[in-house]
C-alpha cells in the first residue's frame, strides 16, 4: 500500500499567516519557511508579534473562518484519496486549521498543538522534533510505499526520506537546487502522481 504524505500551507491551503498578515497589516507575519527555515525561529517571532498587538486565539480563528481551501485543492485531494491513502504532514497547529481541514474532507493530519491561556497564545508543541520525516520513516518500517509533496526547506527531509518526492509550488530557488520533481498546479501534480500510485 501506498501513502502520500502531503505538506499542508501552500500545497492545500493559503499559508494561514499569510493571511492573517494581510487582515492584520503586519508585513513581517508574511515571513514562512520559504523564508525562515529554523521553524521555532520562525513561531517565536510570530507569537512575539501577537502578543505586542494583543492578538489572541479568538483573532486567529476569526481569519481562519474567512479562509477557503487553494482552487483544485478539495478535486485533488478526492482524486489522490481514490488512489492511495492520504496523510497531511504539517507544523500547523490543530487549534486553528480544523475549520479548513473540514472543507479539505478531513483527511488524516499529523500536526502541532498551541499553548493557550485566556485567549492568549503563551507557546506552542511541536508534536516531535522533526516530525515529517520521523512519520515517513515509520510508515516505511511499518512496510509503506512513501510519496512526498511539499513546497518548502523545512520539507526537505521529508521529501527526500520518501521513496518519492515531489516539489509543489514551492519557489524557483528551491526548484534550482533541489533534485525532485516539480509542478506548479494540480494537474501537472497528477501527471507526476499517476506513474507512481
Known amino acids: 500500500m501506498k501513502i502520500v504524505c502531503l505538506d499542508l500551507e501552500g500545497v492545500l491551503l493559503p499559508e494561514f499567516w499569510q493571511e492573517f498578515a494581510k487582515e492584520t497589516k503586519i508585513e513581517q507575519l508574511m515571513l514562512t519557511t520559504r523564508d525562515i527555515p529554523d521553524y521555532a525561529k520562525l513561531m ?15 483573532e486567529v480563528n476569526a481569519v481562519v473562518e474567512k479562509m477557503q481551501p487553494l482552487e483544485g485543492a478539495v478535486e485533488f485531494i478526492n482524486w489522490l484519496k ?25 483527511p488524516f ?9 485566556n485567549n492568549k497564545i503563551v507557546g506552542y508543541n ?17 512496510g509503506f510505499e512513501t510519496i512526498a ?6 520539507d526537505l527531509k521529508m521529501l527526500h526520506g520518501a521513496k518519492n518526492g515531489i516539489l509543489f509550488r514551492a519557489k524557483e530557488e528551491l526548484v534550482k537546487s533541489e533534485k525532485l520533481p516539480s509542478a506548479k498546479t494540480y494537474e501537472e501534480l497528477k501527471t507526476l502522481l499517476t506513474p507512481l500510485l
Open 149 to 154: 509533496i511539499g513546497d518548502s526547506f523545512n
Open 109 to 117: 493530519m499529523c500536526a502541532n498543538t498551541l499553548v493557550i491561556e
Open 82 to 106: 481514490e488512489r492511495a491513502q492520504v496523510v497531511i504532514l504539517t507544523g500547523t497547529f490543530y487549534e486553528y486549521i480544523m475549520p479548513l481541514m473540514r472543507k479539505l474532507g478531513n
Open 44 to 58: 517565536d517571532m510570530r507569537l512575539k508579534i501577537l502578543d505586542e498587538n494583543n492578538y489572541g486565539i479568538k
Open 126 to 142: 511541536f508534536r516531535e522534533s522533526d516530525g515529517k520525516i520521523e512519520m515517513i520513516n515509520r510508515f516505511k518500517e511499518a
